[in-house]
T-cell receptor, first 118, second 113 residues
Framework: GAVVSQHPSWVICKSGTSVKIECRSL??????MFWYRQFPKQSLMLMAT?????????EQGVEKDKFLINHASLTLSTLTVTSAHPEDSSFYIC??????????????FGPGTRLTVL | GNSVTQMEGPVTLSEEAFLTINCTYT??????LFWYVQYPGEGLQLLLK?????DKGSNKGFEATYRKETTSFHLEKGSVQVSDSAVYFC????????????FGKGITLSVRP
């Protein structure tokens, strides 16, 4: 199958600091990666879509200067939450899809990162 | 725009009971349809998918058939287990999953021993 990892799995930080979350496709080339945010007992909210080597496309209402996304290679995308505040505390999940193999036309999800901002 | 509607939850069943979780969709084109499962504290796992009308997706005893005439993709399992307790999301994407996924709200399934 297609495996996606995230690191870290959980992070606690102080208000005002920045946090970087990594998303990796372990066994396929991820031409497209997606970043979601999930609040407790709710569905996933798409934050942005990134294609390798291109700027991310952000959904309406998502602050691009606050949630920096980089997709520098076909196996790695990063989400940096800048100047984090308690309201940014959430579960962040990435997904990835490719153009061949099991990940063709199908998004595979990472295990998620729990961010708590104190 | 696209939308996915799932039946209201939560759903509680006894072990070995039959499961049906309803999902209907609205889309402008011919979407691919997916069921994802989320276990507590984890990300989403692809459970099954179908890419065209009348396709049946199946995995781990779960099945769902892409019904274009009723715009539905209901999830079924003949005999649930305690380990099936999780949140189930129905989703669609236009022209493959390199495009956005539109999710339903999700439904929590609890299976009692």
């Amino acid at each position: 199958g297609a495996v996606v990892s995230q690191h870290p799995s959980w992070v606690i930080c102080k208000s005002g600091t920045s946090v970087k979350i990594e998303c990796r496709s372990l066994d396929f080339q991820a031409t497209t990666m997606f970043w979601y945010r999930q609040f407790p007992k709710q569905s996933l909210m798409l934050m942005a879509t990134s294609n390798e080597g291109s700027k991310a496309t952000y959904e309406q209402g998502v602050e691009k200067d606050k949630f920096l996304i980089n997709h520098a290679s076909l196996t790695l995308s990063t989400l940096t939450v800048t100047s984090a505040h308690p309201e940014d505390s959430s579960f962040y999940i990435c997904s990835a899809s490719g153009t061949s193999g099991p990940a063709r036309d199908t998004q595979y999800f990472g295990p998620g990162t729990r961010l708590t901002v104190l | 725009g696209n939308s996915v509607t799932q039946m209201e939850g939560p759903v509680t069943l006894s072990e070995e009971a039959f499961l049906t979780i309803n999902c209907t969709y609205t889309a402008t084109g011919y979407p691919s349809l997916f069921w994802y499962v989320q276990y507590p504290g984890e990300g989403l796992q692809l459970l099954l998918k179908a890419t065209k009308a009348d396709d049946k997706g199946s995995n781990k005893g779960f099945e769902a058939t892409y019904r274009k005439e009723t715009t539905s993709f209901h999830l079924e399992k003949g005999s649930v287990q305690v380990s099936d307790s999780a949140v189930y999301f129905c989703a669609l994407s236009e022209s493959g999953a390199n495009s956005k996924l539109t999710f339903g709200k999700g439904i929590t399934l609890s299976v009692r021993p």
